[in-house]
């Protein structure tokens, strides 16, 4: 059967659609997510799509219980959409199939959140919570304030967690029944970083994960919203004893190259890891980082520290300076370094070059020196993640300070330079293919943390400086110069 969603997405209020974080699921994902679902023996499946739009999944999944492939005589489901100006298409998506022997759907408008977050707390004037089987979804995309009434409702039902994606997930998760399952296509950004580290132990506790799908082109999948998060669709069995988890990845939503491989559960989730990252392989076999045993330094064994930069403009605009004068010092930005190295003073940049040095900015400065800086954004579609280069204090002929503006990551020896050969050393590593593939399976938007690049095993500071020595005495260096020499310096 033919759907709406790309007619509906693009006739739909943009507005409105990011007020409520919609992006509407393309047949082909829809119809490959309910394929995801493992057939199982329920006589009765009990389906929840929460933000059903259109129908597009709830749609994909009763096409495949009509085939017989569920084993199910009868099939329930509750289609939630708060969006009441989708409604018509999606009763004209779910008529098609009340016609079919065994069937109850409901259409529920109200606020799924609210909803769920009253079952699972126990409301006495609520209704019972249902028991799930199956749960498929396309959950919307959007913050959640911290002081508003959905993160009281989550705080409720025992859910801390940032983003209505994230919510409604742990939401869903929690209704299903033991064993059930749920496929949800969602960004790939809950697999690492602080703020969804709630969220994954949450996931984690309650689930295990039997599938993730990951796709290769970060703006292919949901072409028809402008979609800029790299997404991945992923299936969890709740209660199920973790086992090893496969991973299928596809250029884009045709998936005529989709390949499908499973890995041990303990190449993805470390049971080391405080942080519990979810990183995502897209090889079979060990990463070449991961085969190196040399590669197991932290920053903290290498006595190196990373930070953001300090300076937030918007905050000290009165102390800006569009280029250099006497009571001010270099205010370096990530537009001010390229390949070659450091570009500064920058005209035309529409940033600005300098900072005034005094009272009021002094906490912000660093000594001049030899500093390794990551800028903190990538491109959508840029070849690398981790862009690393060198700041060169001779490029700054005798200013006692640098600012390192808010969109760089820092490495630095506690606030102070380091040493020349091993900034080159580190910078010449944080630039080899190897450690962006790596940093690809953990990292999956375009945002570079210091947290990230504190989680990465580095090679020992002897290595690095090495490393960096080499470095130095090149006249120019080119990529694949560079993963030899690390290949070769580090065994």
């Known amino acids: 059967m033919k759907r709406s969603s790309p007619a509906i997405s693009k006739s739909t209020d943009p507005i409105k659609k990011s007020e409520l974080g919609q992006f509407f699921t393309p047949e082909s994902i829809?119809?490959?997510?309910?394929?995801?679902?493992?057939?199982d023996v329920h006589d009765h499946c009990r389906v929840l799509d929460a933000g059903a739009g259109t129908g597009s999944l709830s749609a994909a999944f009763l096409e495949r219980w009509a085939s017989g492939d569920f084993n199910a005589q009868r099939v329930e489901l509750d289609a939630f959409e708060i969006d009441d100006a989708l409604h018509p298409q999606l009763v004209r998506t779910l008529d098609r199939y009340r016609q079919l022997p065994g069937t109850v759907l409901r259409i529920r408008g109200d606020d799924f959140i609210h909803t769920a977050a009253d079952w699972i707390s126990g409301d006495l004037f609520g209704e019972i919570a249902p028991a799930y089987t199956h749960a498929i979804l396309n959950p919307p995309y959007k913050k959640i304030r911290s002081d508003s009434a959905h993160r009281a409702a989550l705080r409720r039902a025992g859910i801390e967690t940032v983003n209505l994606y994230s919510a409604f997930v742990a939401l869903s998760?929690?209704?299903?029944?033991?064993?059930?399952?749920?496929?949800?296509?969602?960004?790939?950004?809950?697999?690492?970083?602080?703020?969804?580290?709630?969220?994954r132990k949450y996931l984690l506790h309650r689930a295990a994960i039997r599938q993730i799908h990951l796709f290769g082109s970060r703006n292919k999948a949901f072409k028809?919203?402008?979609?800029?998060?790299?997404?991945?669709?992923?299936?969890?069995?709740?209660?199920?004893?973790?086992?090893?988890?496969?991973?299928?990845?596809?250029?884009?939503?045709?998936?005529?190259?989709?390949t499908v491989r499973e890995h041990p559960c303990d190449r993805i989730i470390s049971p080391d890891d405080p942080e519990i990252f979810i990183r995502i392989p897209t090889v079979?076999?060990?990463?070449?980082?991961?085969?190196?045993?040399?590669?197991?330094?932290?920053?903290?064994?290498?006595?190196?520290?990373?930070?953001?930069?300090?300076?937030?403009?918007?905050r000290v605009k009165k102390h800006l300076r569009d280029m250099p004068e006497a009571d001010a010092v270099p205010l370096l930005y990530p537009g001010h370094f390229n390949r070659g190295g450091v570009e500064w003073p920058k005209t035309g940049m529409k940033k600005p070059n300098a900072i005034k040095r005094g009272a009021e900015t002094e906490k912000w400065l660093y000594p001049n020196g030899f500093y390794c800086v990551v800028r903190r954004f990538s491109s959508k579609e840029e070849k690398r993640r981790v862009v690393a280069n060198v700041v060169d204090p001779a490029k700054f002929a005798n200013a006692p300070a640098l600012g390192f503006e808010n969109h760089?990551?820092?490495?630095?020896?506690?606030?102070?330079g380091l040493p020349k050969t091993l900034a080159f050393g580190i910078a010449a590593f944080l630039n080899t293919t190897m450690l962006?593939?790596?940093?690809?399976?953990?990292?999956?938007?375009?945002?570079?943390?210091?947290?990230?690049?504190?989680?990465?095993?580095?090679?020992?500071?002897?290595?690095?400086?090495?490393?960096?020595?080499?470095?130095?005495?090149q006249t120019a260096l080119d990529q694949e110069m560079i993963d030899n020499k690390v290949k070769a310096i580090v065994v």
């Open 30 to 39: 829809s119809r490959f997510m309910a394929e995801m679902f493992e057939a």
């Open 173 to 199: 998760l929690t209704l299903l029944d033991r064993r059930g399952q749920l496929v949800a296509i969602i960004p790939r950004s809950f697999c690492n970083g602080p703020y969804y580290r709630p969220f």
């Open 224 to 258: 028809q919203d402008d979609v800029l998060q790299e997404n991945v669709i992923i299936r969890l069995e709740r209660d199920g004893r973790q086992g090893p988890i496969v991973i299928s990845t596809s250029t884009d939503d045709g998936f005529k190259d989709l």
């Open 284 to 314: 079979s076999g060990m990463g070449a980082l991961e085969s190196r045993p040399s590669f197991r330094y932290s920053l903290a064994d290498l006595r190196i520290k990373v930070s953001t930069g300090p300076v937030v403009d918007f």
């Open 408 to 416: 760089l990551n820092v490495f630095h020896d506690n606030k102070r």
């Open 436 to 473: 962006d593939e790596h940093f690809r399976t953990f990292n999956g938007h375009t945002q570079v943390n210091a947290t990230d690049l504190r989680r990465i095993q580095y090679p020992s500071r002897d290595a690095l400086t090495t490393l960096g020595e080499w470095a130095l005495e």
